[in-house]
């Protein structure tokens, strides 16, 4: 993050010293990229023949081909957001394009698709959002090295402490090429205009890719390991508080440049019928700049409120506290991103955000 050619400077007062210890994780030598895909299946009935025949499709997906495998996968449920509530979502991660690449070509979701049963064909829809990261683009940071989720989970990935946190523009500051790039919102790039002409996505195979500098995010929750008291304090406290912030950028996504933000609560199993209790969320989606998460992050209620609770979570709880947050932060150059759409529902990731053309056969 130190870097003695800065053009801009670091902005990290001096002498800082953080309140509580953060890390981030450091990859393997060597790494320069790492890639990632979210894939997901909408519900459009109540019935679960066709949720059942594509969960399986992705299953066989996963399992396959041992040699292109994902390095780690988890699975969600969708809580709310840009998405149908209780459409199933999984994460991919991998730390060799090549076998990242291989996988995506073997995914081929309107081969999948079309394999669906015609008469279920209707009721489901497919989707992938997926992304290169360029290790000097990117940021993480964990409350903790007991539970390490994401990108950390990646091949010789190490926790490692560093003093770059508890101040505004400490994310900015932890991602290397922000010594000579502001990551500037992309000035040439029109989102696409709503109106009631505008077609709908259902029945449609819609692709496209990102404009430049846009930003994916991550951000995680985990109580799991918490005692039952500190539980009580984040799902009566802290999580409404998430809840509330999040709605206001769901309601308000041209002013903070919010783009298909999911909340998703982590599951063990892709099932239909399971329905335990996780204790583990994380909200997954884009912006449209750093400036615009920054800007929210630093200026608005919302988030302001977000931040000073978790501040009184820990000093309540002190040396018992093990709530765990934690987020992994992306700038992406321009192509970096492709979105694939299959059946979805209008509104789902950034359909309404990025122009995407019609590929139905």
Not at 245 to 257: A, C, D, K, R, V
Request: aromatic fraction near 10%; proline fraction near 6%; hydrophobic fraction near 30%.
């Amino acid at each position: 993050m130190d870097c003695p050619t800065r053009r801009y400077p670091l902005r990290r007062p001096a002498n800082h010293v953080p309140p509580i210890p953060r890390w981030h994780a450091r990859f393997a030598n060597g790494l320069d990229k790492v890639f990632t895909a979210y894939i997901g299946v909408q519900r459009h009935n109540g019935l679960d023949t066709g949720l059942t025949q594509c969960l399986a499709a992705i299953d066989l997906w996963l399992t396959e081909s041992q040699t292109n495998a994902p390095t780690a996968v988890e699975r969600f449920r969708v809580i709310d957001g840009d998405d149908i509530p209780d459409s199933l979502v999984v994460v991919c991660y991998w730390d060799t394009e090549s076998k990242y690449v291989e996988s995506i070509q073997r995914l081929n979701l309107g081969q999948r698709y079309q394999r669906l049963d015609k008469s279920v064909q209707p009721t489901v829809g497919l989707w992938c959002e997926r992304f290169v990261s360029h290790v000097s683009r990117l940021e993480t940071n964990y409350s903790g090295t007991d539970y390490l989720p994401g990108l950390a989970r990646l091949t010789g990935t190490q926790a490692v402490e560093h003093s770059y946190s508890a101040y505004w523009g400490a994310a900015r500051d932890r991602i290397p090429d922000s010594a000579y790039d502001l990551f500037e919102r992309d000035e040439n790039f029109t989102p696409p205009v709503a109106s009631e002409s505008t077609p709908t996505s259902l029945g449609k195979h819609l692709t496209g890719t990102n404009f430049h500098n846009v930003v994916h995010i991550r951000s995680g929750q985990f109580w799991d390991n918490c005692d039952e008291d500190e539980k009580r304090s984040y799902e009566g406290k802290l999580e409404p508080t998430l809840r509330e912030g999040l709605t206001y950028l769901w309601q308000n996504p041209t002013e903070t440049g919010s783009m298909g933000l999911r909340y998703l609560s982590n599951i063990p199993t892709f099932s239909p019928q399971w329905s335990g209790q996780s204790n583990e969320s994380c909200v997954a989606g884009f912006f449209r700049s750093l400036a615009d998460l920054e800007a929210w992050a630093k200026k608005h209620p919302s988030h302001l409120a977000i931040y000073t609770g978790a501040i009184r979570h820990a000093k309540t709880f002190g040396d018992r506290r093990k709530f765990r947050t934690w987020h992994e932060v992306s700038v992406l150059q321009h192509g970096d991103a492709h979105f694939e759409y299959l059946n979805c529902r209008p509104g789902t990731g950034v359909i309404n955000c990025i122009s995407l053309t019609d590929v139905s056969g």
